[in-house]
């Protein structure tokens, strides 16, 4: 069972319906005591400050530190990623979940912002999988760096972090369930490798 986490900063219901589609058993959960999960999927809109304090509030930042530790697979999505972070630069400092290495600071160097729209990961190492194609992004912070890094992904000269792992801890600063197809099939196979390593 997949736990879609919803803290009022998530858009649960793209990916309750991409996880429908991977015919994958999910429901969604608004409080850590509604209910236990084999995975527990962070999304997130919107600015990290607020956001990491409706986690703070409902329970949940203890709850995932709790989870991530003892071996439970956790896949945060765009701010859900970030969220995994130590901490984060926008409007001032705020620690993070502390389960990801790095800082999450403003995107300085595109042409606009938010960056928005579709853009390729350039992989750290190997690929975790075989993928041609692009991925939707909407985000105006991200991670430069961090040693938990994947993937990267480039805009009008910057570089910063797509795709993150740590064990059993993943994060996507992109938008799989809202990258059509092969976003989906992406997200299905990210779901089985986390699931593998959180059965190690």
Known sequence: MIAAIDYGA???ANVQAALDHLGRRNRLLFAPGDGEADLYLLP?????????????????ADFLRLQALSGTPLLGICLGMQLLCRESLEDGKTEGLGLIDGTITPLEGTARLPHMGWNGLRWSDEPLFPFRGDFYFVHSYGLLQSDDALAYTDVDGLSFVSLVRRGAVAGCQFHPERSGPQGVAFLGRLLDLLEKEGSR
């Not at 997130?44 to 329970?59: I, Q």
């Open 10 to 12: 998530g858009n649960v």
């Open 44 to 60: 997130g809109v919107g600015a990290f400050p607020p956001a990491m304090a409706r986690l703070k509030e409902r329970g949940w």
